[in-house]
């Protein structure tokens, strides 16, 4: 009992700091979303709000995109960062200069990752099309065009987002216990067997930290859409918190 009170204490700062700027203001802006406070003091109005942000044509699709862009960054973020920790984690030479190449991308702010991307992407002149009249395929306008726009935009994420949950999983994989795999490798256990019934297990707390994380930065995603797409064209590449950030 002495141990709980004590950890409490302990533990009773940061959730005072967690109550007064987290769910304070989350429970005030759902109190204050069924008032209208356009004009005058606050006038009761219910659900109105909701019914006239769900009945407009541009949030829905922006709630397309972001499920759609959730889809493709998320699940493919984890399982290449997953890879380059299992990969980086054997005796390799030159580790840590690999550790850092698939790390900096994450270092760099978020302007200048648009920057880079924004001249990749480029038609006829970018990287990416150069690269591709080597073997004469004609490139498309990766930004211009409603159905690559958002393909363009989950690739960039995923360079970008790899390397950081990278080293999420380079410290779990340093603490998971080398007996076991000892043990399995005695018995004959093959690679992927080790990895599908130890490593994938094991990983699991890691795993979900990860994701909470790939799916935050996933639905906040506005300094890359300023630079490279302002949302468009025609909204298929706009997501929420740039919606919101612009229009309301």
């Given at each position: 009992?002495?141990?709980?009170?004590?950890?409490?204490?302990?533990?009773l700062?940061?959730?005072?700091f967690?109550?007064?700027?987290?769910?304070y203001?989350?429970?005030?802006?759902?109190?204050?979303?069924?008032?209208?406070?356009?004009?005058g003091p606050?006038e009761?109005?219910?659900?109105d709000?909701?019914?006239?942000?769900?009945?407009?044509?541009?949030?829905?699709?922006?709630?397309?995109?972001n499920i759609?862009?959730?889809?493709?960054?998320?699940?493919?973020?984890?399982?290449?960062?997953?890879?380059?920790?299992?990969w980086?984690?054997?005796?390799?030479?030159?580790?840590?200069?690999?550790?850092a190449?698939?790390?900096?991308?994450t270092?760099?702010?978020?302007?200048?990752?648009a920057?880079?991307?924004?001249?990749?992407?480029?038609?006829?002149?970018?990287?990416?099309?150069?690269f591709?009249?080597?073997?004469?395929?004609?490139?498309v306008?990766?930004?211009?065009?409603?159905?690559?726009?958002?393909?363009?935009?989950?690739?960039?994420?995923?360079?970008?987002?790899?390397g950081?949950?990278?080293?999420f999983?380079?410290?779990?994989?340093?603490?998971?216990?080398?007996?076991v795999?000892?043990?399995?490798?005695?018995?004959?256990?093959?690679?992927?067997?080790?990895?599908?019934?130890?490593?994938?297990p094991?990983?699991m707390?890691?795993?979900?930290?990860?994701?909470i994380?790939?799916?935050t930065?996933a639905f906040?995603?506005?300094?890359h859409l300023?630079?490279?797409?302002?949302?468009?064209p025609?909204?298929?590449?706009n997501?929420?918190?740039?919606?919101?950030?612009?229009?309301?």
């Amino acid at each position: 009992m002495k141990e709980n009170v004590f950890a409490y204490t302990l533990l009773l700062p940061s959730l005072i700091f967690l109550g007064l700027f987290t769910f304070y203001p989350t429970l005030k802006s759902i109190y204050l979303s069924f008032f209208d406070m356009t004009f005058g003091p606050a006038e009761f109005v219910g659900l109105d709000q909701y019914k006239a942000v769900f009945g407009d044509d541009i949030f829905l699709k922006v709630i397309k995109n972001n499920i759609i862009f959730v889809s493709g960054t998320v699940p493919a973020s984890i399982l290449l960062a997953m890879y380059m920790a299992i990969w980086l984690n054997g005796k390799l030479r030159a580790n840590s200069l690999l550790r850092a190449a698939y790390f900096y991308p994450t270092v760099i702010p978020m302007i200048c990752i648009a920057n880079i991307w924004l001249f990749i992407y480029t038609p006829d002149y970018g990287l990416l099309d150069k690269f591709l009249n080597l073997f004469h395929i004609q490139g498309v306008n990766w930004l211009g065009d409603p159905s690559w726009v958002m393909f363009s935009l989950i690739v960039m994420m995923i360079w970008k987002e790899a390397g950081f949950f990278m080293i999420f999983y380079l410290a779990g994989l340093q603490n998971l216990p080398h007996e076991v795999y000892e043990a399995a490798k005695i018995e004959g256990a093959k690679p992927f067997q080790m990895f599908r019934s130890i490593t994938f297990p094991l990983l699991m707390p890691t795993t979900l930290f990860v994701l909470i994380v790939a799916m935050t930065n996933a639905f906040k995603m506005v300094d890359h859409l300023f630079i490279m797409t302002k949302g468009g064209p025609n909204n298929a590449s706009n997501l929420l918190l740039y919606l919101v950030e612009t229009r309301w």
